[in-house]
């Protein structure tokens, strides 16, 4: 896998962010992506064997599209300068939580659990976490999770509890959340070593459990 080729060449696509450029080193893209395709086929076995609620998935039902939806969108670059894969049951389209990896130079990460829910999803997370509530609080304190991950997303958290929940709950600020998803900061040199399956299920074996809890709330 050619990292050092990935990141080159999404650090030009950000600079040229152009179908002519785009349409001019295509090969470059090729290569890029099938060192990404590689990478999300070498994760998904080690994690189905983690997770086995993942089932039988692809690489390509994972992936995201590298060009971007402009229809809607007030900036009109073509393309997204960054490579991304959401591992779960499904693949990318999933309710359910699971696993992403984002690839960007000196901006990748890994992230995992479940990002703007439907409506009906996010109640029945909320309402699972009303009924074990010391469940993901051991989840979320465990000494392991707390160093890789010390913060859970709060983007778009609802200032007052949501209707049905009191205020005196005493994990209301995680009820208030939209989302809950973890995230971690990769540089660019973790993807250079050899053993960077190995080092990524590390993380990942980490946050399973928080994956598993908000699994559990949504089956």
């Known amino acids: 896998m050619d990292f050092e080729q990935l990141f080159n060449f999404l650090a030009h696509l950000q600079i040229y962010n152009e179908r002519y450029w785009f349409n001019e080193h ?11 395709t590689t990478l999300i086929d070498a994760l998904i076995p080690p994690l189905i064997e983690l997770d086995e609620s993942i089932g039988m998935v692809t690489a390509s039902e994972c992936m995201f599209r590298i060009y971007r939806d402009i229809r809607f969108s007030p900036d009109k670059t073509p393309y997204k300068t960054h490579m991304g894969a959401f591992i779960a049951k499904g693949g990318r389209k999933t309710r359910q939580a699971g696993y992403y990896i984002h690839l960007k130079p000196d901006e990748s990460f890994i992230s995992g659990g479940i990002y703007s829910p439907d409506p009906a999803t996010l109640e029945s997370i909320r309402n699972y976490i009303y009924h074990h509530p010391d469940e993901i609080r051991a989840i979320l304190d465990n000494k392991s999770f707390k160093e890789l991950f010390p913060e859970l997303s709060e983007e778009e958290k609802l200032k007052n509890p949501p209707r049905g929940y009191s205020k005196e709950f005493k994990e209301i ?3 208030k959340n939209r989302h809950f998803i973890t995230y971690r900061a990769l540089d660019n040199e973790f993807f250079m070593e050899d053993n960077v399956i190995e080092r990524l299920m590390e993380l990942f074996k980490v946050q399973y459990p928080f994956n598993a809890f908000l699994n559990e709330a949504v089956k």
């Open 173 to 175: 600020e995680l009820i």
């Open 26 to 36: 295509k090969g470059e893209y090729e290569r890029a992506r099938e060192t990404f």
